[in-house]
């Protein structure tokens, strides 16, 4: 189905880029939407492509108090009215703060996707990706790397891995910052004693300090998330490619025989599939600890194939909490990105200095005395009508003496006639 960028289309740009050999490309983007641009014919080199699959997986990790977004000092009886306002309160402001982090849209997967295409040096990688995955349907690529395979000497990928977890790691952090910083958390005070929300406004509240002698100090502080990305290779793929998009041929890695027949001469084909071998034998992972990423499948009889391991596992372990995390295969890159929240945190702080002279701390202190005997004098009147009850329960006649003569009724005074 057509989406707004295909609408967008212009017929003598089109025209124009055609005439300078160039072609129209359509591709599906991060976000499923489907994005065209203009790429200069290929040259004809017939390759067998190493393809690997990633997985760009984020965990939550430590979470407290960030900046000081407000401070507010309330004297002595004082109340005001506090409004507070987070970047969640307009479609606009919304969109520009979310990350694929912790609030995936549209717009954040787009933003990250053309992040990661920046990353690469090379613009002849940046157009083989967009070549390779030519048709509509396919799913987007962020990589292209390249390694000379000779000799039967494995490990020549492995700077390409490093450039491509070094590529998605920067992109992430670029994203995670940028979109941290639109998240802006606002605290308005007013001096009012009603509360009135307006479009704009999350939550409003009213607070008073009932101190009279002190003022009530409130600090606001924006709460931080912290974000571990890992990025982990899940599967590993081959294909054969000349340059153009339509001779894409991949198969899984055990279907490998079949693929090498197709396009490789017999004479070749236990040196090629060596050297491919050779190549995922030994994966270097984010601590350069070697890992086989495949094994070889012996089938009855005779006959074998290579295959991905199953459920082959990796662990992640977080130095500063002890935490660890378990991904599924090899982990290239983990790094951690801190972003801002809409929860905010206060703390309320009594002033140290006394505002009242002697003469209004003596009332204050005649005033406490006068509550206190007052409080003492109705503890007294309820142990005096428990006690009562106590001589009702047990009909002790004695004991009811001694309580009327202790605390006689109170005369009634005659009426006047």
């Known amino acids: 189905m057509p989406t707004e960028k295909m609408l967008e289309i212009d017929e003598k740009e089109m025209q124009a880029n055609l005439a300078a050999g160039k072609r129209l490309n359509i591709y599906t983007s991060l976000s499923g939407n489907l994005k065209y641009n203009y790429l200069p014919e290929p040259k004809v080199e017939p390759r067998i492509l190493i393809v690997e699959s990633y997985r760009l ?54 933003e990250f996707e053309t992040s990661v295409m920046n990353e690469q040096s090379s613009k002849e990688n940046t157009t083989k990706s967009f070549e390779y995955y030519a048709d509509a349907e396919a799913s987007a690529t962020w990589g292209w790397g390249s390694a000379k395979v ?10 390409a891995r490093e450039e491509f977890a070094k590529n998605v790691s920067n992109s992430t952090s670029k994203h995670a910052a940028k979109a941290s910083a639109q998240r802006n958390v606002e605290i308005n005070t007013s001096f009012e004693t009603t509360e009135q929300t307006g479009e704009e406004t999350a939550i409003s509240r009213e607070i008073q300090n009932i101190n009279v002698g002190r003022t009530l100090n409130f600090t ?8 571990i990305t890992i990025l982990h290779l899940v599967d590993v793929r081959v294909a054969f490619f000349n340059g153009y998009g339509e001779s894409r041929d991949e198969v899984p890695l055990a279907k490998l025989d079949d693929l090498l027949d197709k396009y490789i001469l017999p004479a070749k084909k236990k040196e090629v599939k060596d050297a491919i071998i050779n190549e995922l034998l030994y994966i270097k ?55 801002r929240t809409d929860g905010v945190i206060v703390e309320a702080l009594l002033g140290q200095a006394d505002a009242l002279d002697d003469y209004s701390k003596g009332l204050q202190d005649e005033k406490v005395k006068g509550q206190r005997l007052a ?20 009909k002790d006649m004695d004991a009811a003496k001694v309580y009327e003569l202790l605390f006689p009724p109170p005369e009634e005074e005659e009426e006047e006639s």
């Open 57 to 110: 997986s984020t965990y939550l990790g430590q979470y407290g108090a960030g900046r000081t977004i407000k401070t507010y000092s309330l004297l002595p009886g004082e109340k005001t009215t506090i409004s507070i306002s987070t970047y969640k309160r307009t479609e606009s402001t919304s969109k520009e703060a979310s990350s694929i982090l912790d609030s995936y849209t549209e717009e954040s997967a787009e």
């Open 150 to 159: 000779s000799g039967g000497v494995s490990g020549s990928s492995t700077s």
């Open 220 to 227: 606001f502080r924006q709460m931080n998330q912290e974000f």
């Open 285 to 339: 992972d984010y601590q350069d600890k070697e890992h086989s990423f495949i094994e070889e499948v012996k089938l009855r009889g005779t006959g074998s194939y290579w295959r991905a391991k199953k459920e082959y596992v990796s662990v992640y372990k977080d130095a500063a909490t002890g935490t660890e995390i378990a991904v599924p295969g090899i982990i290239l890159k983990a790094t951690k990105n801190v972003m």
């Open 375 to 394: 409080n003492e004098r109705l503890a007294l009147e309820v142990e005096r009508e428990r006690i009562k009850n106590d001589i009702l329960k047990r």
